[in-house]
């Protein structure tokens, strides 16, 4: 397994993984399929040069195939936030999504962030239990899913 930093020439393996969450896992996410297919090319370029406010890790199985992605962003509470995680369904219970956790977690430190907050919903268990592993804990903090409002995702945060 190899996790490391997209660069602008990953920008079509970021867009791929990317859209293939948000079909895999509709509700799970901040975004639609819709929205994201139709960002151009330019906005997934700048995506994975980190010319936005996120930035992104890839991970790749050791032939070489992109099997998963994390992002992390600073909120405007400056707080360091896991989003956009995923793994490829047949990758799922490997070490990818644990060694990606664990790279954005460094990642945060490295900058000076000592806690990262991600959210999750509480029903999907699988999702939770991996992240209590990882060292995360629910917060009495909820709020609707921007992209599906009648969703409510429950705030986790881990503290180095």
């Not at 991996?130 to 409002?149: D, Q």
């Amino acid at each position: 397994m190899h996790i490391r930093h997209t660069t602008e020439e990953d920008w079509a393996t970021l867009k791929e993984l990317r859209l293939a969450a948000l079909r895999d896992a509709p509700t799970a996410f901040g975004v639609t399929h819709a929205s994201a297919a139709a960002n151009p090319d330019a906005q997934w370029r700048d995506r994975a040069a980190a010319r936005g406010p996120a930035t992104y890790l890839l991970a790749f199985s050791d032939d070489g195939a992109p099997v998963g992605m994390v992002g992390g962003v600073v909120s405007d509470a400056r707080e360091f936030n896991l989003i956009a995680m995923w793994v490829r369904p047949e990758h799922r219970g490997s070490a990818a999504a644990a060694a990606l956790v664990e790279a954005m977690k460094a990642h945060a430190q490295a900058r000076g962030h000592q806690r990262v907050v991600l959210d999750v919903a509480p029903d999907n268990a699988r999702a939770a239990a991996f992240y209590i592993r990882r060292g995360f804990r629910f917060l009495p903090h909820w709020e609707a899913l921007e992209s599906h409002p009648h969703i409510q995702v429950q705030k986790m945060e881990w503290c180095a």
